[in-house]
């Protein structure tokens, strides 16, 4: 028994690690800030990638929560906005995150399609963001159309027909804005399309919906409870917007109008303004008691920001094309200046109109996409930079203004949130735990200690991972890192195409290594950037020669680079026009060195069912070789490949889908070796020293593989689960990078960072001896109750 027992013993192995989250540096990317005026001070919340942060008074620490619902019945994820809240898509119509997150009234306002629900409702909060609930979209009644109206004399045409997604009411005359509710309602058919819906927030003029074409009203009182029974009808009225273009049935073949911005009318400016953009943004007003929007203006241009100076009949309007301002109720626009003639063209990204006080005039804010800021006091005569540019463009994405408090808020990409406390003239970030940053690049430096890339910098950690201590070795916005094993010295690729190489004794040295200029060289895709738009100079990708102080860079739409004297200059590597010419509609998702002057990478074709090629060259990429192809999987799947700098030249290890391989030959041939990723898929791979590092999915589970003795016939492997925290929001698309430092190993997803304690191997046996003693074990078991079974017949 004893035997059994010690036997049965050795083979309950550690089978499982819990992952733990390691804090972020502080600082990052916010999307906006929504602004709660308060008694007696203000509270921000700030939705990021990585959830909402909350700043109580506008004082001390942020404080990051997690969004829930109200309502038990339904168990949807509501209203955290991560990185697909505010997605691409919709931002490539311009909209402005206030636009699709904002605050009024005391109450937080989440636009539908921002939130992973995807629902047709919104979601509201009235407690800074901690618990959301829906609010339905207002309905499109299906009206029959009106009798055409007498000819009169008008600047614009009247409006088209309906769009089949968001169909308008039909016109009705109202002075004051709303439709004539005299009129019977039709049955409601439609709702609008929630890819176009976002918020005209005017403050004490109102809080508006606007669609594509469609334009409510919020009828809520100010201090009227938001109830959950609420039909549309209670809560938005429809304005009309007859007089406006909104479709064009004589010319299919032209972009559709899309209903862009609008200012309600106030007691300084007795009329209504809203924009429209086709080819052309064409401006339309509506004069006090008049049923009609006319068109006044067209300019070029799609237009970012409508704004008024309160108290006043000025109106600015930002576009692509520039800052424009109108003091003639928009029959006139001139464009205003905000750079000196040396500067280049840059466009603004945001504005801000801070009201004027008894102490101070109106003042205008402008944010520009290189990171400056200008202020003006003379209504945009002149302009005065007063946040200079960032040398990775980390622009000012939105500004947040309370009035009550005259204080000012810049939502930044990667600086975290900047506050100003005299109306612009100074800028101080608050970031204090708000730990916004996103990892790019992850990495160990020569005493072995943790390095993190992120968009706020390069960072050492320094303490133990679950403190979130890091200490700013630079503050550039990195995207790639390589720590060189002879020296000890750091390069780290930025947004912008500098390479920085940062010696042990804190000395460094800055190349604008990727070009300016459009090369036309295929595309560099690395795997851990999946789903983001990098900048074309943005470095992707540092390698070196194990055996020689030449250096390659890639870029992600500049090519690739080369540095001989360990990446203190850098020049443009041509690559073989035939083999560009071969790579024509395809990108480059991979590459290694090795030895000598080979290099391999990988290539992946823009259409799906093309198949992934190995290439290899055998003199630094002057000349190529297609050596292997691999057949792609019903769903996307990256092709790792490594080299181990103690092995044999030419010999490769791959990782693809559910094959782990390696090969003698550069690549020519392979031998697959098996293990638990053969039932499974192969989310990352990566070589330490002689350790293989494989994430693994199988049946929605991911496990960390150690694989050794890949040269023996059956190499060794040890298997365990990953047991994430709140595994909710962690999928197979999330886990980007893995490295090992100091007894932990570290995880880089798009939810954050992870840390685990890294087995040790004496801990547990060989798989080959683990199951034998599993064997023998359950054998003397057996026999053994067999004997006492007969001792006691």
């Not at 070029?300 to 692509?320: E, F, H, K, M």
């Not at 991911?702 to 040269?711: K, P, Q, S």
Request: net charge negative; hydrophobic share 35%.
């Amino acid at each position: 028994m004893l035997i059994a027992g010690f036997l049965a013993g050795c083979v309950e192995e550690r089978s499982s690690i819990d992952l733990q989250r390691v804090p972020m540096p502080e600082g990052g990317s916010v999307y906006t800030v929504a602004v709660l005026d308060g008694d007696p001070e203000p509270s921000l919340v700030a939705p990021s990638h990585a959830g909402l942060f909350i700043h109580h008074s506008d004082r001390g620490a942020w404080e990051h929560i997690q969004p829930r619902s109200q309502d038990a019945l339904r168990q949807q994820r509501l209203g955290q906005p991560n990185d697909e809240a505010l997605t691409p898509a919709r931002r490539a119509l311009n909209f402005r995150p206030s636009e699709l997150f904002t605050a009024h009234d005391s109450r937080l306002w989440l636009a539908p399609g921002v939130s992973e629900t995807g629902t047709q409702e919104f979601l509201t909060s009235e407690d800074l963001g901690r618990t959301w609930s829906r609010t339905p979209l207002p309905i499109i009644a299906a009206q029959p159309e009106d009798p055409p109206d007498e000819p009169e004399t008008s600047d614009a045409p009247d409006a088209g027909s309906d769009t089949q997604d968001e169909r308008p009411p039909s016109d009705q005359p109202a002075p004051d804005g709303p439709t004539d509710e005299t009129q019977p309602p039709a049955e409601p058919t439609l709702r609008p399309n929630p890819a176009h819906l976002r918020f005209v927030n005017t403050g004490e003029l109102g809080f508006y919906l606007m669609g594509a074409n469609n334009l409510w009203k919020l009828k809520l009182p100010a201090d009227a409870p938001l109830r959950a029974d609420a039909q549309p009808e209670e809560l938005w009225e429809n304005i009309s917007l007859r007089g406006a273009q909104l479709d064009d049935d004589s010319n299919r073949t032209k972009l559709p109008y899309m209903l862009r911005h609008y200012l309600p009318a106030a007691p300084q400016r007795p009329y209504e303004m809203l924009t429209m953009l086709r080819e052309r943004l064409h401006i339309y007003r509506r004069d006090a008691g008049e049923p009609k929007f006319k068109e006044v203006a067209v300019l070029d241009g799609a237009d970012s920001q409508l704004a008024t100076v309160p108290g006043t009949n000025l109106v600015l309007i930002l576009t692509s094309e520039g800052l424009f301002k109108s003091e003639d109720d928009g029959k006139t626009w001139n464009r205003l200046t905000w750079y000196s003639l040396t500067q280049d063209d840059t466009q603004g990204q945001a504005l801000q109109v801070l009201a004027a006080t008894p102490d101070h005039p109106a003042t205008l804010l402008l944010a520009l996409e290189d990171g400056a800021i200008y202020r003006s006091d003379d209504l945009g005569e002149k302009f005065t930079e007063v946040r200079p540019p960032d040398l990775d463009l980390r622009g000012v994405v939105d500004f947040a203004y309370s009035r009550k408090h005259d204080r000012v808020w810049a939502a930044t990409n990667g600086a975290g949130v900047l506050r100003s406390l005299d109306r612009g003239k100074t800028w101080q970030n608050i970031n204090d735990e708000l730990r916004a940053t996103r990892a790019s690049d992850i990495g160990a430096d020569e005493s072995d200690a943790f390095l993190l890339g992120t968009d706020a910098g390069l960072y050492r950690l320094a303490g133990r991972p679950e403190s979130g201590q890091w200490q700013m070795l630079q503050p550039r916005a990195i995207t790639a890192i390589r720590v060189e094993h002879d020296s000890g010295a750091i390069l780290s690729g930025t947004t912008t195409g500098a390479i920085v190489r940062l010696e042990t004794s804190g000395k460094s040295s800055v190349s604008q290594a990727a070009p300016s200029a459009p090369t036309g060289a295929t595309a560099f895709r690395a795997p851990r950037f999946r789903g983001m738009d990098l900048p074309p100079r943005a470095i992707v990708a540092i390698e070196a020669h194990p055996d020689n102080p030449q250096v390659y860079a890639w870029s992600a739409h500049r090519g690739p680079l080369t540095s001989l004297d360990s990446g203190v200059s850098w020049t443009s590597l041509a690559l073989n026009p035939a083999f560009e010419s071969a790579l024509e509609g395809s990108y480059i998702s991979n590459f290694t060195t090795e030895v000598g002057e080979r290099i391999y990478l990988v290539t992946r074709g823009l259409n799906p069912s093309a198949p992934t090629q190995l290439w290899r060259s055998y003199n630094n990429g002057e000349t190529w070789h297609a050596v292997s192809s691999l057949e792609r999987g019903p769903r996307p799947s990256d092709v790792f490949l490594a080299h181990n700098p103690s092995l044999s030249p030419e010999n490769v290890f791959m990782a693809h889908r559910n094959r782990f391989a390696r090969s003698l030959d550069g690549g020519s041939s392979w031998r697959d070796l098996r293990g638990p990723w053969s039932d499974g898929e192969i989310l990352l791979y990566e070589l330490i020293d002689d350790k293989h590092l494989l994430i693994v999915e199988s049946f929605q589970t991911t496990y960390l593989v150690l694989v050794t003795d890949t040269e023996q016939e059956r190499p060794s492997f040890r298997n365990y689960q990953l047991n994430w925290p709140k595994r909710r929001g962690i999928d197979r698309a999330d886990i980007h990078n893995i490295s090992v430092q100091g007894g932990y190993f570290f995880l880089s997803t798009d939810r954050g960072l992870y840390t685990g304690k890294v087995p040790d191997e004496h801990q547990r046996l060989p798989n080959g001896l683990a199951v034998l003693i599993t064997i023998i074990s359950v054998a003397l078991l057996t026999l053994l109750g067999f004997g006492i079974m007969r001792a006691t017949a």
